[in-house]
């Protein structure tokens, strides 16, 4: 079966926070022809591991890494690898992936009132710009 995992199944899969959930998401995904996670799922991801239960950034680009590195899974690899330049960067995975989305199609430059992404996008070598709210009359 091609199956197409949930964030809370990739969740239980890491965080092993539910043993019978983390059993049956286990056995679930080895069964699995293939496995398809879409980079939504990947955002979902990285926010709760970070702000649920507190995991360091490395921890969770390694626990993305050791992710990708499943035989039968379907991803946007290009996608996930924009989401973790920008986390190993010290930004948000959502930003990476947003601004890779958004080229892909067809947009030429990231916008943001987020200083810090944008700040990452261009250390990247992206175009990315800071918009800046008007003064005050």
């Known amino acids: ?20 959930q983390a059993r049956t998401a286990q056995h679930t995904l080895k069964q699995a022809e293939t496995i398809v996670v879409s980079l939504v799922s990947l955002c979902e991801l990285v926010w709760a591991l970070r ?3 507190d995991y360091p950034r ?17 991803i946007d690899l290009v996608g996930a690898n ?6 190993e960067a010290g930004g ?3 930003d990476g992936v947003i601004a890779y989305d958004g080229l892909r199609l067809g947009g030429e430059t990231f916008v943001s009132f987020d200083r810090k992404a ?3 996008l261009k250390d990247l070598g992206q175009s990315a710009h ?3 709210e008007p003064a005050a009359k």
């Open 92 to 94: 948000d995975f959502a």
């Open 1 to 20: 079966m091609r199956i197409v995992a949930d964030t809370n199944v990739l969740v239980r899969v890491i965080v092993q926070d539910d043993p019978r």
């Open 118 to 120: 944008v700040t990452l």
């Open 82 to 87: 924009a989401g973790l330049a920008m986390l």
């Open 58 to 74: 490395g921890d969770i680009a390694a626990a993305i890494r050791q992710l990708l590195t499943i035989g039968n899974l379907e």
């Open 130 to 132: 800071l918009l800046k």
């Open 51 to 53: 702000y649920h239960y």
